[in-house]
DNA sequence: CCTGTTTTGTACTTCACAGTACAGAGATTC
DNA sequence: GAATCTCTGTACTGTGAAGTACAAAACAGG
């Protein structure tokens, strides 16, 4: 995976290819991104891009990990919070509000590389199953605590209940990026609100 | 778009290179086709391909309706018959049973090309948006008809519900192409299904 | 300072792939 | 059956982009 950076320098050299790297193909797509390209936005030199990367395709998985990092330290705060109906409202309501920026009408950046990425690069797709499982670990662990609570039904299955709802912001943000409307996000939440609802203890 | 072809030949010709355009990308990705794979597998030579299609932006943009028009046919059957939710659970069966086919493990064939072409192509994005209009058409006419018969509660919006079910759809079928188990979508769908479920007329 | 190591600049090589040229085969019409 | 389309085979060109070579600069430790 070519050099790590021992001096302050070269750590902030290789962050900005990195950043340059995820920005391009972010916005364009992997395949559309040349490391011509990618050198002229980091500033940086072939020989720079060699010495910290082995090829394009290292750097490219190297952009997916720190995708991942990025997206889900965004989401993390509001996620270990995630404890109650209130709280996952707060946490949807923030990923809406994300999805909503005017510079990120591209769908999820996870999302959007995992099917770019998935059919072909085995390697990658790896990433992804890793990445949406850390994703989900802190949703399974609330809703596990909502059960201990009382207030999730016993027999609810959460991991099922997880993974449906990260069906759900997959789904709306893929809709919302090709209709070029943040509702269809808030929509899909709502389905998987719909099934959460579902497994709630019923009241007494 | 290059040249309609006129004869039989011709269309046998043109069928050939869409079809084997269609396959390879399915599989490998947009980016990762070139022209000399498609001739290869169609058993055509370059200058078939530029008869009949402009560039490979035109064979691409031709493989995306070509490939929306097989899923539309493939779904008309059942999607037709949506009007009670036992016809929607119907549906439902039929959309996992064929993502469980061991050759289409590889996301939904729109849903997939959707996220590679949506972000940079803006021509194909428009013909995104309109696949999944066709798609959603005959659901939101199913949930009508049945909204008219009682089934469904009259104030529910009937739009909205059919967003949501598309969303996730798309999101499980993404999530069982990075997790290579079907079981995804199974369970993405029973949340669109417990928001249905939500919107029927409550018994008297 | 001197020495070795990390980092960077520039110019080059190589090759795969989109697109072109052009002639030849096959069909169709009158 | 000649004239004229439509279709096909092959070989070529040009370019863009990944990857390489190699030396100079910046830096660290003694």
């Known amino acids: 995976m070519g050099h790590t950076p021992t001096t302050a320098r070269g750590r902030a050299t290789r962050k900005r ?3 340059a790297a995820a920005d391009l193909i972010q916005r364009r797509g992997v395949a559309a991104v040349t490391l ?29 990990h720190s995708t991942v990092d990025t997206v889900l330290a965004a989401q993390e705060p509001l996620l ?8 996952i409202d707060r946490w949807f309501d923030a990923i809406v509000a994300n999805g ?5 009408v591209g ?37 596990q605590r909502m059960q201990e609570s009382g207030e999730l039904c016993p027999d609810a299955d959460v991991t099922e209940l997880a993974d449906l709802t990260m069906a759900a912001i997959q789904g709306g943000l893929l809709l919302a990026q090709v209709r070029r409307t943040p ?16 497994a ?4 007494p």
């Open 17 to 19: 290819i990195l950043d």
């Open 36 to 64: 011509d390209d990618v050198e002229r936005a980091a500033g940086a030199g072939r020989s720079q891009l060699y010495h910290y990367f082995d090829d394009r395709d290292d750097l490219i998985r190297s952009v997916v």
């Open 80 to 87: 270990l919070k995630v404890d109650s109906l209130a709280g």
């Open 100 to 104: 909503t920026r005017q510079d990120a």
């Open 107 to 143: 769908g999820c950046a996870i999302g959007s590389l995992a099917s770019q990425l998935s059919g072909r690069d085995d390697l990658a797709r790896q990433a992804f199953v890793d990445a949406f499982a850390r994703w989900e670990a802190p949703l399974i662990a609330g809703l």
């Open 183 to 198: 509702d269809q996000l808030r929509l899909a939440l709502r389905g998987a609100r719909a099934a959460l609802e579902d």
């Open 200 to 203: 709630l203890t019923p009241l």
